[in-house]
Structures are given as C-alpha cells and as structure tokens.
C-alpha cells in the first residue's frame, strides 16, 4: 500500500496567490516525520520543511508553511504569495519511527506551474 | 557545504551489461539511499543503507543491487542492465536520525540501449 499520496498531479495557481499541495500518509506508528521536497527543472532535491509526530504546532519555514492535521493523516503544504520560481515538482516524504533503520519514502510529486 | 556527488550525469550503456553507479557524501551521514525517479512514478526506493555493509531492499529491488564498505560510498550495481531500467537515479544520505532531511547528489540520468 502506498505511504504517502500526492492526489494533484499538477497544480495551477496565479502569481502571489497562496496554493495548497495535498499529501496524505499512511503509518501505524506513533513517531514518524514528514517532508516536503522542492524539484526545479534543473533537477536538484531542495529540502523544504519538516514536521514531526508529536510537534505540536504547524512547521513553517519563510513563505512555506505546513498544515499538519494527525488525525486526518494529513501534511499538506501551503505556499503564501506564490512566485514564478516556485513552478517546481513538490514531494511529500515520510520517515517512521525512531530507528535508524527507517528509509525516506516519497510520494509521486505534484507538479505546480505559477502563472504571471 | 554539504555534498552528495554522483559519478556521472549521464551514462549510455548496451543491454546485457553490468554498469556501476557511484555516490559519496561528505558528510559522515549514516544512512544512504538510491532512488530511480520515473515521471508520475515519483521517487522509488531500490535500497537504503544503514551501516557500512548493512543494507535493506526499497520497493523495487529486482534487477539491483548495492554495495557500502566505507560510509562514505554507496554504489548501486545493475547486474545486467535492460531497457526498462533507463531512468533517473537519486542518491541521498543523511543522518539516522528521524527527524533529519536528506540530501540528494545531482542524479545520473542512465539510458540502456
């Protein structure tokens, strides 16, 4: 069974608009973190955000902010004022568990094009 | 700076043979991943390591396999290399720590003729 779902395979939204990417994840295990990655066209991983289980408040990072809601298993990401250089795939990773042993496991992305 | 680098860009091999990707970090990470990126597939995971000579199969294992004997390399091996295997490869590394992001080398776009 898929762990993490992206629903939107591509998203449009308008410049300095806000825009809300969907991911949803599936763990049985009470400790877990989640991920969002940025993917311009020159292909690079860019780190994001990150939100813990037991965090107890929404992570936010600059313009990046996540709207984490446990019981849903939600963790979508919300982009505030949108700019022309945030047309990138966007994906949702999930890591369980205190183990080292755990891999990073993503989703399939959604691909966001901003429009001027 | 923190750096993942993978041995090449772009790689063309022929059908049948056995091809070699290499990653290093430089950043005494614990864990290591190879991922292969396929559009709308998104990011895959073929294998991961969490030691030097320890290794745990990803979701598409079949057809690869990957070798760590210092923790700074890890090196995914196609053992005989056939056309569905063309895609992107990601390699990233990070610290065992759950709570710590990965850092990802530049990818090596393989194209098996």
């Known amino acids: 069974a898929q762990k993490i779902t992206q629903t939107q395979p591509g998203m449009f939204v308008q410049e300095k608009e806000a825009v809300t990417l969907d991911c949803t994840y599936d763990t049985s295990d009470p400790s877990y973190g989640l991920f969002w990655y940025k993917q311009p066209s020159s292909g690079e991983m860019i780190f994001l955000i990150y939100?813990?289980?037991?965090?107890?408040q929404n992570a936010t990072e600059g313009r990046y902010s996540l709207n984490f809601q446990k019981a849903r298993k939600s963790a979508n990401l919300v982009i505030s004022a949108s700019q022309l250089g945030d047309s990138a795939m966007y994906f949702c990773a999930m890591r369980e568990g205190p183990s080292r042993n755990t891999p990073l496991v993503f989703g399939k992305g959604t691909r966001l094009s901003v429009i001027a | 700076d923190v750096k993942v680098t993978q041995s090449s860009r772009y790689l063309v091999k022929r059908t049948g043979e056995k091809v070699f990707l290499e990653c290093v970090q430089d950043?005494?990470?614990?864990?290591m991943f190879w991922y292969r990126q396929d559009p709308g597939l998104g990011l895959r995971l073929i294998y991961f390591s969490y030691d030097v000579k320890m290794k745990e199969k990803g979701d598409i294992p079949e057809g690869y396999s990957v070798s760590r004997e210092k923790k700074e390399r890890f090196s995914l091996i196609l053992e005989s290399a056939s056309t569905n295997q063309t895609s992107m490869y990601l390699c990233?590394?990070?610290?065992?720590?759950?709570?710590?992001?990965?850092?990802f080398g530049q990818g090596t776009r393989l194209t098996v003729v």
């Open positions: 939100q813990g289980s037991y965090d107890q």
């Open positions: 950043m005494d990470h614990e864990n």
């Open positions: 990233a590394s990070s610290y065992g720590a759950m709570n710590t992001e990965a850092f």
